[in-house]
């Protein structure tokens, strides 16, 4: 090959290199690069689907707590209803035997105390117990009875609590 050949091969050569370069500098300045107001523009739109999008999950949010709420109040009272029933049975019930209607109280205290079981209600405060002021609310001491400190003497209301929560602690008198 000639030398002039080879000069033309080059400068063709530098030639498609400029041409190619022209055409991609034309193809950026007609795709538009975006302008900070462009993409203000675009930011503030993310940042405000943002806002609704959390503000629509609080909502939604709130609406199903309040329904677990709801429901959970319904499951109580459909367990709590057959004691109800049982205690309005006993108070039409014509009786005049003391000792019929002292069972039946006593059987429908059972019902209930077995539905607070079943929904995770559970009672203490017993004589003899150690007293614990976490559980126990202590209204009376009392000195002597051959009694150990903090113990439990006598019982005036039971206390009622689901796992470790107090739902009303236990009214006792305590040995000093």
Known sequence: MSKKAS??????????????????????????????????KDAKDQLLRTAAEYANFRARSAKEKEQTYSNAKGDVITEILPVIDNLERAVNAEQSDYESLKKGVEMTLDSLMATLEKIGVES?????????????????????????????????????????RVIRPAMVKTAN
Not at 10 to 25: A, F, I, L, M
Not at 141 to 155: K, N
Request: aromatic residues 6%.
């Open 124 to 164: 203490y405060g017993e004589n003899g117990d150690v007293f614990d002021p976490n559980l126990h609310n202590a209204v009376m001491h009392e000195d002597g009875q051959g009694l150990d400190e903090t113990v439990i003497s006598d019982v005036f209301q039971k206390g009622y609590k689901i796992k470790d």
């Open 7 to 40: 000069s033309k091969d080059e400068n063709q050569t530098k030639e498609d290199v400029k041409e190619n370069t022209s055409e991609k500098e034309a193809e950026k300045k007609e795709k538009k690069e975006p302008t900070v107001e462009d993409q203000l």
